[in-house]
């Protein structure tokens, strides 16, 4: 697992990315998409030009840990939770939901070896409101043993590749579950859609 440390250096120097592409050349497109971490190559004469200009080493450019993560996430087989206590839907006879349980899987690759750790995502609506609008989605280790076994292999992780993990997880997740917005699971409960909704992300590992 390999990042861009620009970000952080930038805010070292109280520098913005248009005084750099002015002063060096380099693009602003490029620079954004060094800064985010979602560039998926550099060239040596922008590291060269990068640490000239900051008065850096490549090393410090960059943030390394021989840990690689994916991540894949699928519904529960009883993904919806209804609180019967309430209001009854006079349709579905079920209640109002509360939320959709997803089961989310967080694959370690290592030099020693692979290592599989589980995580436990729920969707809830905010305020428990019938076809709301803002959803709130936490995610945090599964099990006991699963914290155990994440917190052996998060000690090797520095607080930037920390962070970009916690992104990946997030935006992987959003990702599944914009996918799935005219599931079954989503849209006969929940008025799912990219447009209409706000959603807050609690990644709970560290």
Known sequence: MIICNLAVLLAERQLKITRISNDTGISRTTLTSLKQNDAKGIQFDTINTLCNYLLVEPKDFFDYSPLDFSVKFSFSENAIEFDYDYAVDSEQTKGIPLGVNIDGFLLCISPKGNETIELSINLSTKGNIFRSNQFLINCELASKNDKISFS?????????????LRNQIENSLKNFLHEKENSEYISEYFNWKKENITEQYNIDLF
């Open 152 to 164: 052996k292999l998060s000690s090797q992780l520095s607080i930037p590749l920390k962070t970009e």
